[in-house]
């Protein structure tokens, strides 16, 4: 442990002076240029730089020496290049040269090689990018910043949103001391820095797979990458908005695939489930006690002696049988596998993977053998295609058992020696082009879960494989879901979880969340169910806790915190036809499903370092409680109209509310104008329970369309508007939403073959009416009955009418008959008003593509 000891005045070191390690100087003068296929060469007085645009949008600075650089990518970069057509200026008065695509510019000083960026639009980009080599041979970069600007990305990172007065290292390492803000590497890296100053964004990616460090600290005026191996390689990405450049980001590096749906629900793991009958017993308990459950971890026990690719048969004597009676129960197994293989003569992975030359080795030959938890083991080499290969043929081992779940750990990779990690010299053999470990150390985990990807996906038979990760590079979304590692069961660390995965999700990882209730220390009843009900609403909801802490299961800690658990995992799977229309727009944008505010406000200053709070997709905000006996906090609601989910209640945003929050109660809010599909878990219609707690699969059945209207003439909302209704809030009203809800069989990758329905439900709200259009895009899918409406905002007198103009010009058009609750659920259409949430609720005639729904409010 550090003691006082550590901070000795004589041990001091004066901070804001870190630099690079040997005497470091930039690349000075442009001495002469070339153009080349792609852009220009430019050959300056103390290094080179081929400056490219390979892509749309964004300019590739590749540091290089000799005559001709070397442009090849690592992994994590999947777009074609292409040769683009560009122009050269020489501009001798300025001197300076301008390097012209159709879509962005590269302007290069001549006195000092520094460069810009421009869009095709005038907006600047990266100003001031400075390259630097030192004398060691590393190299980095500079660029200009403000004292405004503000930084997101950098993916899994502790700290707040903004990560401006941090630096971080890029280096994935396994920490399981705690995650507080001075640990600067966690298991995941990506060296994607987005810089947002005065409204305008832009990316600037490093495609560097050693150790590189990335510095908003030192200077006020810049910030500072600096690299150890591997040079500098980088993409100035442009904006100007947010999103353009998180859209153009994971043009470059991929984009999550449509996980499974089973995937999406609520998982339950421990380290460890010690049995087969512990297991089952496990998922029973979930079902008798009305909890949903979409999968069980089997954690490092299930296996003989640690022994990836095996079962304990004493523990586990029929795992097929098991998997089978949990699939029976709509519970999938998710096992974990490291990649660690013990060393063991009598064991056939090891074997095999000696016999065909897979692990890793020194330079002279010896195979690498190194302590995790098996003890002494040997370690795949995945940067070669064949060991890959053979990775990925081994998972029929689980795939034939019923398995569709990995879950990928320790493959930073984490070793039990000093370093924490595979030394540095260790070899990797590339595809025929060797590098050390060092220089390819942080794509270890990446290239372990693409190999198991596509092992699962090949022995799934069409059924979409998941995979979920510790470590992970740049690019990780394409095959892996991440979670974010041994945090503890601490308030802080729940909090931190936040401005965590909001980062990720801006560095293009959208599916991911943190060990829900806390890995390590021991959570308490309370801290459980204010961690599930923020983990209800993260990409990824999995509970998991640490060998010898205390059992962190839904019931655990009672009837009153397991009531509360069950309700908020149960409002999971309400919002799953949300939720899963949300994970197809990240698939196809990169846009991520959990975002910060300021991705959807950026020129609200308020949502600037917002680390506690977030929004699901753009119309749903969720304000977690993450302190202990706190039963109010002070929620911001950015401009627009706002709905509390659980009261009704209205309010304008653009200000801080105080919102009450009982221990059963985490603050919601729904964006005035939203559509939100649901599942009817309430059993509006029928008391069914929710669709995907039986079987995530298929056409959900129970899908609502809620639609919150704006209700100016309540009186709650005069209450709250008094003086601050201004202009902003008045934008708001009459204004469009359109929400795109996709739906597919859930579980195969049919709808990449078109088979999926896809149907935009716009709503246009005004003072007197709404009009609510429902419009099939697509539909390969036939089964659903219609959507009810359920709105909330208009008298218990609205009246509705109906036209439905699909049928070749013809136009029918309808009142539709106000009945009962009762006489709804049976008929097949018509109104009622439901006195008990003050909801107006819509049933339409089925069969129709093009349907408009005219409420007159009062
Ligand atoms: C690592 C993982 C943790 C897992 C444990 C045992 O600490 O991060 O999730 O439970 O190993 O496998």
């Not at 000075?28 to 060469?41: M, S």
């Not at 994935?172 to 001075?182: G, I, K, L, R, W």
């Not at 442009?238 to 749906?261: C, E, F, N, S, W």
């Not at 999995?542 to 309700?567: C, K, M, Y």
Request: proline share 5%.
């Amino acid at each position: 442990m550090e003691t006082s000891e550590s901070i000795r005045p004589d041990k001091a070191v004066e901070t804001g002076t870190q630099t690079m390690e040997g005497s470091t100087a930039t690349l000075g003068r442009v001495l002469g240029y070339q153009a080349d296929k792609q852009g220009v060469l430019l050959y300056c007085e103390h290094g080179n730089i081929a400056v490219s645009s390979p892509v749309k949008e964004l300019v590739r600075f590749t540091l290089f020496t000799g005559t001709h650089p070397e442009l090849s990518t690592s992994v994590a970069v999947i777009e074609e290049f292409e040769s683009r057509h560009f122009e050269v200026d020489e501009d001798a008065d300025l001197n300076r040269l301008t390097v012209k695509w159709a879509d962005v510019t590269a302007v290069v000083h001549l006195q000092d090689s520094t460069c810009e960026v421009v869009t095709h639009t005038g907006q600047r980009a990266v100003e001031g990018l400075q390259f630097y080599q030192t004398t060691e041979g590393n190299a980095g970069l500079s660029a200009a910043a403000h004292p405004q600007t503000h930084y997101y990305g950098l993916g899994e990172k502790t700290s707040f949103l903004d990560k401006r007065g941090e630096s971080y290292t890029m280096w994935n390492s396994d920490v399981y001391a705690p995650h507080v803000p001075e640990i600067e590497a966690l298991y995941v890296s990506i060296p994607f820095l987005i810089p947002f100053d005065q409204n305008q964004a832009y990316g600037l990616f490093l495609d560097n797979t050693g150790h590189s460090t990335f510095d908003m600290r030192q200077f006020e005026d810049a910030f500072e990458v600096r690299t150890k191996t591997g040079g500098v390689d980088v993409y100035v990405i442009t904006g100007p908005l947010l999103k353009d450049v998180i859209r153009r980001y994971t043009a470059l590096t991929g984009r999550m695939p449509v996980p499974p749906k089973w995937a999406l629900g609520y998982h339950q793991s421990r380290y460890s489930y010690m049995s087969q009958d512990e297991v089952l017993e496990l998922a029973r308990t979930f079902r008798t006690k009305r909890i949903p459950l979409s999968a069980v971890y089997l954690d490092i026990h299930y296996m003989r002696d640690y022994r990836v690719f095996t079962f304990n048969g004493q523990r586990f004597p029929n795992p097929k049988a098991m998997m089978d009676e949990l699939m029976e129960m709509g519970v999938r197994v998710v096992p974990i596998v490291d990649p660690g293989v013990k060393q063991d003569a009598r064991y056939s992975i090891y074997r095999s993977g000696v016999e065909g030359n897979h692990f890793c080795r020194t330079l002279e030959g010896d195979i690498y053998i190194d302590d995790v938890w098996p003890g002494a083991s040997a370690f795949p080499d995945f940067t070669d295609d064949r060991t890959a290969q053979w990775w990925s043929e081994n998972q029929q081992f689980y795939t034939d058992l019923g398995v569709r779940g990995i879950w990928n750990d320790m493959n930073e990779p984490a070793v039990f020696n000093e370093s924490k990690t595979m030394p540095g010299h260790i070899m990797h053999h590339n595809n025929g082009n060797p590098k050390t470990h060092e220089e390819l150390h942080n794509v270890y985990g990446t290239l372990m879960s693409r190999a198991t990807y596509k092992g699962l996906k090949d022995g799934l038979g069409g059924e979409r494989p998941f995979v979920l990760t510790r470590s992970g590079y740049a690019g990780i979304q394409r095959y892996a879901a991440v979670w974010t590692g041994d945090n503890r069961s601490f308030w802080e660390h729940m909090a931190m979880a936040m401005p965590m995965v909001l980062n990720l999700g801006l560095s293009g990882v959208t599916f991911s969340g943190p060990d829900v209730g806390g890995f390590a220390h021991h959570a308490s009843g309370e801290l459980l169910a204010r961690w599930t009900q923020m983990g209800a609403f993260f990409p990824f909801f999995r509970n998991h806790s640490a060998l010898d802490t205390v059992r962190q299961e839904p019931w655990s800690f009672g009837e009153e915190i397991e009531g509360i658990v069950r309700r908020y995992i149960q409002l999971r799977y309400q919002f799953m036809p949300y939720l899963y229309s949300l994970f197809k727009e990240a698939s196809e944008t990169g846009v991520p499903v959990m975002r910060p505010l300021v991705l959807e406000y950026p020129d609200d200053v308020n949502t600037y370092n917002l680390s506690d709070e977030f929004l699901v997709g753009k119309d749903v905000l969720v304000a977690p409680v993450y302190r202990p006996d706190t039963r109010h906090r002070s929620v911001y609601l950015p401009k627009g109209i706002w709905v509390n989910y659980w009261t009704g209640k209205r309010y304008e945003g653009g200000q801080h509310v105080l919102a009450e929050a009982p221990l059963d109660t985490m603050p919601l809010y729904i964006r005035s104008g939203a559509v939100i599909p649901m599942d009817d878990a309430n059993g509006t219609f029928d008391g069914a329970l929710p669709a995907a707690f039986a079987e995530p699969s298929g056409l959900d059945q129970n899908t609502l369309l809620h639609v919150y209207l704006d209700n100016k003439s309540e009186s709650a909302l005069q209450a709250e508007s008094d003086a601050r209704m201004d202009d902003t809030v008045q934008d708001d009203v009459n204004r469009t939403t359109v929400f795109e809800l996709y739906e597919d069989d859930g579980t195969t990758f049919a709808y990449q073959d078109g088979v999926y329905n896809q149907t935009a439900i716009t709503v246009q709200d005004s003072a007197q009416e709404a009009v609510i259009k429902i419009e099939v895009q697509h539909q390969a899918l036939s089964g659903n009955n219609g959507y009810p409406i359920v709105v909330t905002g208009c008298a218990a007198t609205a009246t509705v009418t109906w036209v439905a103009n699909d049928k070749q010009g013809a136009v029918e058009q309808r009142v539709l008959e106000r009945l009962s609750l009762e006489q709804l659920r049976q008929g097949t259409q018509g109104t009622a008003y439901n006195e008990d949430d003050k909801t107006l609720i819509i049933k339409l005639p089925a069969g129709h593509q093009h349907i408009t729904v005219v409420v007159q409010k009062n």
